[in-house]
């Protein structure tokens, strides 16, 4: 059964750092893309990042570009999300989500964690 | 910034059908852009009904399909069931931007 947990939300203050990770099981990790979604409360679904299987290609949406930095571990079965430089508007429930062999076949997701930004 | 479109609400009646739409402020869409659709309740994570435009998951009900209509992409759902009622929202794929969601359509089922 494949199984995408996420873990490492909370709340941090406007400026600080979290780093999110998912563990991935019952799949082989390493064939796959993987993705972060995030959902703001009350508010619609937001693609956020990408990264390739082998963790050669990392897209970026344009509002965390520059400060939020996908990567992976293979060895591990383990998606991060570096986040940096916090804002409030980007309090949300973030998701992890594999691609399945198709161009977005966001197949699997995790039950998101909630990260809140605030003072 | 690339603009995705869905009705924001829709009212239909259980048993009857009802189509989604889906389109995007560049233009046509085509089977290029992979049009992707999700259906989600309160509290849960999205779950996954058609990608690439119209291919369904083992999990997907029969009642629902999606298709390219007139430019934009859709979803039908035939004989609906009062369990459908939840938000949809479609993703579309863009070259160097992976994937823009739609803001998502409101279903009623009354």
């Known amino acids: 059964e494949v199984q995408l947990v996420e873990s490492g939300g909370g709340l941090v203050q406007p400026g600080g750092s979290l780093r999110l990770s998912c563990a991935a099981s019952?799949?082989?990790?390493?064939?796959?893309?993987m993705n972060w979604v995030r959902q703001a409360p009350g508010k619609g679904l937001e693609w956020v990042s990408y990264?390739?299987?082998?963790?050669?290609?990392?897209d970026y949406a344009d509002s965390v570009k520059g400060r939020f930095t996908i990567s992976r571990d293979n060895a591990k079965n383990l998606l991060y999300l570096q986040m940096n430089s916090l804002r409030a508007e980007d309090t949300a429930v973030y998701y992890c989500?594999?691609?399945?062999?198709?161009?977005?076949?966001?197949?699997?997701w995790g039950q998101g964690t909630l990260v809140t930004v605030s003072s | 910034q690339t603009v995705v479109t869905q009705e924001p609400s829709l009212t239909v009646s259980p048993g009857g059908t009802v189509t989604l739409t889906c389109a995007s402020s560049t233009g046509a869409l085509t089977g290029g852009y992979f049009p992707t659709w999700f259906q989600q309740k309160p509290g849960q994570a999205p779950r996954p009904l058609i990608y690439s435009t119209s291919n369904k998951h083992s999990w997907t009900p029969a009642r629902f399909s999606g298709s390219l209509v007139g430019g934009k992409a859709a979803l039908t759902l035939s004989g609906v069931q009062p369990e459908d009622e939840a938000e949809y929202y479609c993703?579309?794929?863009?070259?160097?931007?992976?994937?823009?969601f739609g803001g998502g359509t409101k279903l009623t089922v009354l």
């Open positions: 993703l579309i794929y863009y070259d160097g931007a992976r994937g823009v």
């Open positions: 019952g799949f082989t990790f390493s064939n796959y893309e």
């Open positions: 989500v594999r691609e399945g062999t198709t161009i977005l076949n966001f197949d699997y």
């Open positions: 990264i390739s299987s082998s963790s050669s290609t990392k």
